[in-house]
């Protein structure tokens, strides 16, 4: 198999001869059938440090051969070595050797590679610390879906054990599909005629939490598995054809358990910057009497400090008094938790003579998560006169550490469930024309379709209980004066249930390309390439009453059950022991009496909770109603329609000389990109109407009618890759490249609903309308990007490296609010209406960074791997409710709009310090590894409104792995992720105002695969 990146490496792969296995010989054709059965087994299984192998094809032939971590890592080396960009990646001998739990956690063991955490697990990818979304990701040269509305790529949806190879291409060239201003990970699964041998593999893992054996888990076991099964095989033809069918087929069935601390998210109507001014009795935590801190006492509601700039003194309407961040609610959460996924891959590979290679490859991925949400909700904006805001305690940022006063409690629960499906699938034909000319022909198509069903529910205390909460090293602790929270029977106002089908998602990437390669006889330049690509995008998101989705809303009906007889019903015992431990200072609830007494009875780390679907039946059984998720539908003012058309050209030379003794290689090029974007909204119908005096007015009808926006850009992207051999053992590399980051398919939505004037009486269409409601700008420019790169590799020997890269990114462009004009046909004419929206800015700015690599290796079995990647940047990312804001008229003047009390994030993802490293053990049939990743803290964007900050703080996370070969056929192994159970911790709007904490716990997982 080739560690070869290079667009120059060697392409005959027609003369490569299979090695037959005797074994896999006689039961071949039991596997052939077998192949459809539910047994589903992996192999992992890696050859030892310098043993003989015997092979049988017509004589025998030892082998030396190196495997397991010392094999990955001189892969690793070897294929930053020959490449001709500036590429790191893994590649794994047989199918299954990939040396990581999940794609994710494979990547992110690539230097200047990192993780955003979810559910314990690595899940979006960034490179050099900038975002997912300035990445691309492709799956055997093909760009793949996902479900979230961005283009980022959910890595822990596809299994690690399916894949041959992973890479993280850090400079381009024209060849390469554009969308990667950080870069493009690679994703890649097996060619079984270039594989080259018959292997059938098996592998059964256990998976055991030590938090889950501390939940009674209503939707999972306290151990979970994941069997892998995989099988390649080659047939030679009389004929001179030969075929290769590979297959591989994973179930994974797990708990992922989560221990949270939640505060209300940064959504512009939870969570306010309430004054905090002592001298202010009519808002804020001074007022006079009881009520919300972002009310006043008498005028505006939902109101707090002011960032909106007051013309008398161009300050702040708020300027120079104090604020805390209070937010509806601060809670704790217990999850139950099961995470489900079944993965098939399928490849053919076809040589029907030496002129031909036909590749058919398919993967397939079903997943399904579900959660049973057990929450303590603490209600916390509302203000105790004469208490709160005397004994409020806040950090040097507003977030607060003490609060005191009389507020609600709820006995809350959701019952979450999320269901993605991936298929992707393509046809490659590579023609060998003659001796020089190559032509390649490839079709894709990838698609991701995502569905998430909700229940919420609610019950509350009828009064307001007095407490008081502080701040500990990690999470709040509450003191609850004469309230017992383990009773069932203190909730029993305002029952309530919701149920919600939301995030109903299609997303779907149909391309075609055809590659021209021609090579040259000596000279400077080895071979020109060149190419058309042609692809399209879409983007639906279903829309109903609630915008995203649609919701059924339900009180109960006292008439029918009481409130105590339906929680009685319910009730469960708290399912979890030891709750958040790992994060607490003690007791997260402590129960005193009016005198300040310990009481026993509600002190502790657990609640009364229920069975989320029984009380929700038992709502919807009480108004008469069936109990059923509403439905979404396409035809709704919520749903977002994107198609995006991409026809892109390339032209592109590589060379290979000798200059002033020293051998020099690379590439250089040109990519030409057209992009068009067409995007579909629907809004309620309407009818201009003029009465007997001529005057117009807009009646608006029930009925929906589609509307369409649109938009586009052409981009030149030009590339230069260099590569100097200065010794043998000494490389020097240089790139320069122009890049490009598309904008999120659900930012290029299309709503838009017009405004009139009702103070005068129009008799124009131009005086009618004023202007245009709406969100979502399918004109949205790409942000782009001049990426340099300049390295200095030394490859001592096969297991060692010492590499220094300096990059610096010149990005053009930045995000700001703009009134542009667009045009709409009414009544058969063209009106010209203001509407302001989010664009993308000319801003430039600068990123700097430098990336380290270090690989060496003892004669002792010991060797280690480093990784470090530090950036800087003056990238300003400002948040749109609390930062400072601006906005462009018409005729291109700039002003701002508030004064914010925040400082600008950075570029969505991006981390000061990366570093992973390992420390491995191998000798004889004995290999083991302990590593270490880190990742310095990032803001990563709101899910439901990008503008908004929301941080993720540093964290440090070990893993651990060990395998013993008991003979060539059969190898046990253990994997840890997460040992010293790193908790994630996120901010709100600022860092310092804590927000969310969720606790993990360590995993592991012990199995035996099997290799024949």
């Not at 205390?461 to 203190?490: A, C, E, Q």
């Not at 009134?819 to 009544?827: A, Q």
Request: aromatic content about 10%.
């Amino acid at each position: 198999m080739s560690l070869i990146f290079d667009n120059d490496a060697d392409s005959s792969k027609q003369e490569r001869q299979f090695r037959l296995s005797p074994v896999a010989r006689l039961v071949k054709m039991a596997v052939v059938v077998s192949l459809t059965s539910s047994l589903a087994f992996s192999v992992n299984a890696q050859e030892t440090n310098n043993q003989s192998k015997k092979e049988a094809d017509n004589i025998d032939v030892e082998v030396i051969e190196i495997v397991g971590t010392r094999k990955t890592i001189q892969d690793q080396i070897a294929i930053k070595r020959e490449a001709t960009s500036v590429v790191d990646g893994l590649s794994a001998t047989d199918i299954g050797d990939l040396p990581a739990l999940s794609i994710g956690e494979a990547l992110e063991s690539i230097t200047g590679a990192a993780s955003h955490r979810e559910n314990g697990g690595a899940t979006e990818i960034t490179i050099r610390g900038l975002g997912p979304f300035l990445s691309a990701t492709h799956i055997n040269g093909r760009e793949a879906t996902n479900g979230s509305g961005d283009r980022s790529v959910n890595f822990s949806q596809f299994p690690s054990e399916l894949m041959q190879k992973v890479a993280i291409y850090k400079t381009q060239d024209a060849s390469l599909i554009e969308g990667g201003v950080a870069g493009v990970i690679t994703l890649e699964t097996l060619k079984p005629l270039d594989y080259g041998k018959q292997q059938i593999q098996g592998e059964v893992k256990l998976n055991y939490n030590p938090d889950e054996a501390n939940i009674d888990n209503s939707l999972h076991g306290n151990v979970g598995g994941r069997a892998t099964f995989s099988f390649v095989d080659q047939f030679e033809f009389d004929s001179g054809q030969s075929l290769g069918v590979s297959f591989g087929v994973q179930r994974q069935d797990i708990s992922q358990p989560e221990a949270e601390y939640r505060s209300s998210s940064p959504t512009g109507a939870s969570l306010w910057a309430c004054l905090n001014d002592p001298t202010n009795s009519n808002e804020g935590f001074f007022r006079s009497s009881a009520g919300d801190c972002e009310d006043q006492v008498s005028g505006s509601s939902n109101q707090g400090y002011q960032t909106a700039i007051d013309p008398a003194t161009g300050k702040a309407q708020s300027a120079g008094t104090p604020y805390a961040w209070a937010g509806s609610s601060r809670s704790y959460r217990q999850n139950e938790t099961s995470d489900e996924r079944d993965a098939v891959f399928l490849a053919l590979q076809y040589r029907p003579s030496e002129a031909w290679d036909i590749n058919v490859d398919a993967q397939l991925s079903d997943r399904n998560q579900a959660e049973a949400r057990h929450d303590l909700l603490f209600l916390q904006k509302r203000v105790t006169p004469g208490v709160t805001g005397q004994n409020l305690i806040t950090n040097d940022v507003g977030g607060i550490l003490h609060w005191e006063g009389e507020e609600r409690f709820e006995s809350a629960g959701e019952q979450f469930s999320r269901e993605e499906n991936y298929v992707g699938y393509g046809l490659n034909v590579e023609h060998f024309f003659n001796d020089r000319l190559t032509i390649t022909a490839d079709f894709g198509y990838s698609q991701t379709k995502r569905e998430e069903l909700q229940i919420t529910n609610r019950g509350r205390t009828p009064g307001r209980p007095f407490l008081t909460w502080d701040m500990g090293k990690y999470i709040p602790h509450i003191t609850v004066t004469d309230f017992d929270v383990t009773d069932i029977s203190n909730f029993t106002d305002s029952l309530r249930t919701l149920l919600d089908r939301e995030n109903v998602r299609e997303n779907e990437i149909v391309s075609a390309r055809l590659d021209f390669k021609y090579a040259l006889d000596g000279g400077v330049f080895t071979s020109v390439q060149a190419g058309v690509r042609a692809s399209e995008l879409t983007f639906v998101q279903f829309g109903g009453n609630q915008g995203n989705g649609s919701r059924t809303e339900v009180l109960l009906n006292e008439g029918a059950i009481s409130a105590l007889d339906v929680l009685a019903q319910c009730q469960i015992d708290f399912p979890e022991t030891d709750f958040l431990s790992s994060v607490s200072d003690g007791d997260l609830i402590t129960r005193v009496d009016t005198n300040g007494n310990v009481v026993a009875s509600g002190t502790g780390s657990s609640w009364a909770t229920y069975d989320n679907v029984c009380f929700s039946q038992a709502l919807v059984a009480s108004v008469g109603g069936d109990f059923a998720y509403p439905q979404v539908e396409y035809e709704n003012s919520g749903t977002q329609d994107v198609t995006e058309k991409t026809l892109s050209a390339y032209v592109m030379a590589n060379y290979d000389t000798e200059v002033l003794g020293k051998f020099v290689r690379g590439n250089f090029g040109v990519r030409l990109v057209d992009t068009d974007v067409t995007s579909i909204g629907f809004r309620n119908s309407f009818d201009v109407v003029t009465n007997e005096l001529g005057v117009l007015s807009l009646v608006t009808g029930d009925s929906l009618e589609s509307i369409t926006g649109g938009g586009g850009y052409t981009e030149i992207l030009p590339s230069f890759n260099l590569v100097v051999d200065y010794s043998e053992d000494i490389l020097l590399r240089a790139g320069i490249y122009r890049g490009m980051s598309r904008a999120n398919p659900s930012d290029m939505s299309y709503s838009r609903t017009f405004q009139t004037d009702e103070s005068v009486t129009p008799t124009t269409l131009a005086d009618l309308f004023v202007g245009v409601n709406g969100s979502g700008n399918p004109n949205t420019k790409p942000l782009m990007s001049w990426n340099y790169d300049v390295a200095l590799e030394w490859y001592p020997n096969e297991d060692s490296i010492f590499a220094l890269s300096l990059y610096y990114k010149q990005f053009q462009g930045g995000f700001q609010q703009r009134t542009v004009l667009e045009n709409f046909i009414v009544d058969g004419q063209t009106v010209t209406l203001p509407i302001t929206n989010s664009v993308t800015t000319e801003n430039s700015s600068d990123l700097y960074g430098l990336e380290a690599s270090v690989a060496y290796r003892w004669d002792n079995g010991i060797g280690i791997k480093l990784g470090y990647n530090y950036a800087d940047t003056d990238f300003e990312y400002e948040d749109s409710l609390y930062g400072d804001t601006y906005i462009t008229d018409l005729d291109g003047s700039t002003r701002q709009l508030t004064v914010g009390i925040v400082p600008p994030a950075s570029v969505p993802g991006f981390s000061e310090h990366v570093f992973s490293g390992q420390i491995y053990y191998q000798i004889g049939d004995f290999d083991t590894a302990l590593i270490y990743k880190y990742r310095s803290e990032y803001f990563q964007p709101y899910t439901n409104d990008a503008t908004r900050l929301r941080y993720v703080d540093e964290v440090g996370v070990w893993e651990a792995r060990a395998s013993y070969k008991i003979n060539k056929n059969i190898r046990v192994k253990v994997e840890a992720i997460n040992l010293f159970s790193a908790p994630k911790s996120q901010d709100f709007f600022v860092q310092g105002n804590l927000g969310e904490v969720n606790d993990y716990g360590p995993r592991f997982f012990a199995g035996i695969s099997l290799k024949y």
